[in-house]
């Protein structure tokens, strides 16, 4: 089992930028999918963006263009840049690993955008 720890949640006005971390406990992370999912409240959780181990990178089509997605397999660390919030970008982050369909999560971070 990965322990993946998410940081980086804050509050923010909109049009500003958060930077999302996730460290993994160990280093099968190097052969891990990343991604990054978020949920608002009453609703179902959501799938942000993807990162293959060999850098392939997939977005929802909602952060396209304000997000990016990137990892650093030395710091077993994933990050999540976030660029010109909005207000409906407001959740809790979580990270997820899946090493062949084996799937961790983290407790995540909250994300709030002021109007």
């Known amino acids: 089992q990965v322990q993946l720890v998410e940081s980086g949640g804050g509050l923010v006005q909109a049009g500003e930028s958060l930077r999302l971390s996730c460290v993994a406990s160990?280093?099968?992370?190097?052969?891990?999918?990343m991604s990054w999912y978020r949920q608002a409240p009453g609703k179902q959780r959501e799938l942000v963006a993807i990162?293959?181990?060999?850098?392939?990178?997939r977005y929802a089509d909602f952060v396209k263009g304000r997000f990016t997605i990137s990892r650093d397999n030395a710091k077993n660390t994933v990050y999540l840049q976030m660029y010109s919030l909005k207000p409906e970008d407001t959740a809790h982050y979580y990270c997820?690993?899946?090493?062949?369909?084996?799937?961790?999560w983290g407790q995540g971070t909250q994300v709030t955008v002021s109007s």
């Open positions: 997820q690993s899946n090493k062949f369909g084996s799937l961790s």
């Open positions: 160990n280093s099968i992370f190097s052969i891990a999918v």
């Open positions: 990162i293959t181990s060999s850098g392939t990178t």
